[in-house]
């Protein structure tokens, strides 16, 4: 059964941590993404990669960075963790559209709720 | 940027009763997905329409896209206790990188 794996379901970091959180897909997908997802806010996108090493910024990318060095892992890195980084962070991968293709949903890890204090 | 609005945010029904949720962008999309979050879960992928006017069929569940390809609806017929969750819609603007923008869901409770 084809998955994203992410490191830890809960996470509890003191505030100006620094914060890794690890996501690992066996599908060989081209994409990764990170969203954290707030009561109201729904899911907005930190970061996205759409290649080994490469990276761009999504909606909400201030006190966040990521690293891809390899197709399968996609970190976040939150460099000194604050109290309104608390959330739940999920991670999620697709393929690149090619003609032709009629499914390229997004498929999620099962999330790592992460609190600050 | 692009906007995509999701309404209504919750929707209480007795069960057997039908639910609709609907979605509008602020831009033509060149595709839009759905998906499910089960309390508690994550997000599940349900369906992808990428057609002006596609209507696809999944079971109880009917998804439209809109002519004009800056609207979608989920209708949900005769609802049941394991349709709770929240729903969500995606729209994609086109581009080579596929960067989804989410609605902020329907979150459905359903009473037995």
């Known amino acids: 059964d084809v998955k994203v794996t992410q490191s830890s379901r809960y996470l509890v970091k003191r505030t100006g941590e620094k914060v890794f959180l690890e996501c690992v897909q066996d599908m060989d997908h081209e994409n990764m993404f990170w969203y954290r997802q707030d009561p109201g806010l729904g899911l907005r996108l930190i970061y996205f990669?759409?290649?080994?090493?490469?990276?761009e910024k999504g909606d909400i990318p201030e006190g966040y960075s990521v690293s891809r060095e390899k197709k399968e892992r996609f970190s976040l890195i939150l460099e000194s963790a604050s109290t309104n980084q608390t959330s739940m962070y999920l991670c999620?991968?697709?393929?690149?559209?090619?003609?032709?293709?009629?499914?390229?949903?997004?498929?999620f890890g099962s999330g790592t709720r992460l609190t600050v204090v | 940027g692009q906007q995509v609005m999701q309404i209504p945010q919750y929707q209480h029904v007795q069960e057997g009763e039908d639910f609709t949720t609907y979605c509008n962008s602020s831009?033509?999309?060149?595709?839009i997905q759905w998906y499910k979050q089960r309390p508690g879960g994550h997000p599940v992928f349900l369906i992808q329409?990428?057609?002006?006017?596609e209507v696809k069929k999944q079971k109880r569940l009917t998804f439209q896209f809109g002519e004009a390809k800056k609207n979608s609806s989920l209708h949900i017929t005769a609802t049941q206790t394991t349709d709770v969750g929240t729903y969500f819609c995606?729209?994609?603007?086109?581009?080579?990188?596929?960067?989804?923008?989410f609605g902020k869901g329907t979150l459905l409770t359903v009473n037995p």
């Open positions: 831009t033509t999309l060149s595709n």
């Open positions: 990669s759409y290649d080994v090493k490469m990276k």
């Open positions: 999620a991968s697709s393929l690149v559209p090619r003609w032709g293709s009629t499914n390229y949903g997004y498929t």
């Open positions: 329409l990428v057609k002006s006017g």
């Open positions: 995606a729209g994609n603007s086109g581009g080579s990188n596929y960067k989804l923008t």
